[in-house]
């Protein structure tokens, strides 16, 4: 592959169906527009946890960032 694919799991447990829709919109955004995504050969697979419910996408975006950023690392 010429880029990183990322998975996005989110269980019934984290909320309805809109909770769970903008979470997944908020990691896709993230990575479209992240320079991971260019990167060979990686496939990311993001699992959400309940509070993912209650974040604002500002902190979530600081978050992922963090993890892309320990993946860059190694």
Known sequence: MGHARIGITITRKIGNAVVRNRIKRIV???FRSHPLRREKGIDINVIAKKPAAR?????AFASLRALADRIRED
């Open 55 to 59: 974040v604002h996408s500002a902190r």
């Open 28 to 30: 896709r955004e993230f």
